[in-house]
């Protein structure tokens, strides 16, 4: 047992310092690890689209990281009218007669049970086999007029329109209440909004280049100001809370030299009163992470580019001009 003390102990020892420097890295990896706009990850929003794919290009062929942030509420889908299935029908009578047929024919199955507990026989004060039958055929007469009636009067009272358009794969089936004279509505459904198709200008395609050089300058320099007047208030919150994790950190994301260097439209429309445009695109950069108090290299090569693909969504109010485009999302492509 000695020897494997003094064994350990000289192991320790030996790597003592690998293992101080292998705590320094590990407090500073959640530093390094959220260099360039937007930390590596993918945020934010595409409207109704956020949590749909944006389609491959030529530039982002293979699939596209999903949103890990957003503060678009993704909708729940209920079941559609076809998949709410009605109440099953329990039992033998159930099944072949439907809830009123069932009941009648468990109903007079049960008085004949009790008939013949108390010694009356199955058909027990009920006349004989020719009475239960003419009964049972007036039961269902009047049964099947009173169905008739009851769909007679849904109809009528049904809207004009109602069921003539197909249902949207975001609507819910019916709500709880059902049944006769539909008291109360269902739980609120979800409406996807209606998206249209737009072409852009090259204008449009300038002014994307423009914002991906303009907003790695001002993440780099700080720049909050800079950047509320190029990206959408939901993405300033988030580059401000990295911003602010760098400066409790005691680091700083320096990045410089951006240099587009491929890219193509992946997909643009408008939805209610905005447009969308996702853009996928190659491009060079100079990432380092500093150490904000002495300027020293954390991350990253100065002197040397690297290259990152992603799809990024811009918006603008609809209609607005080329230099309105705002930075909407940053998705990761593989």
Partial sequence: MSSFTHFLNKVLSRNGFLALGLAALLALAPAVAEARLGGGSSAGSRGSKT???????????HAVAPMER????????????????APARSGMFGGLFGGFGGGLMAGLLGAG???????????????????????????????????????????????AMAGAAPRSAYEGGPGPQGGFGGFGGGAPQYQAPVTTPI??????????????GESQSAYSDENIDRLRMIATPEMVAYFSQEIAEHARTGVVNKISGVKLLQGDLSEAWRENNDDYASVA????????????????IISGNPSAPEQATEVWTFQRVAGASSQDWKLSAIQQAS
């Fill in 70 to 85: 957003s503060m678009t509420q993704q909708p729940t889908y209920a079941p559609s009218a076809s998949a709410a299935a």
């Fill in 51 to 61: 949590f749909t794919a944006p389609p491959p290009t030529s530039t982002a062929p």
């Fill in 199 to 212: 072409q852009l200008q090259d204008a449009d395609f300038s002014s994307f280049e423009r914002l991906l």
């Fill in 281 to 296: 695109m190659r491009f060079s950069l100079i990432d380092v992470m500093q150490e904000r108090a002495t300027g020293r």
């Fill in 113 to 159: 049970l009790v008939g013949m507990l108390f010694g009356h026989g199955m058909t027990g004060g009920l006349g004989g086999i020719g009475s239960i039958l003419g009964l049972v055929l007036q039961l269902a007469l009047l049964f099947f007029v009173v169905r008739f009636a009851m769909n007679w009067f849904a109809n009528r009272n049904r809207p």
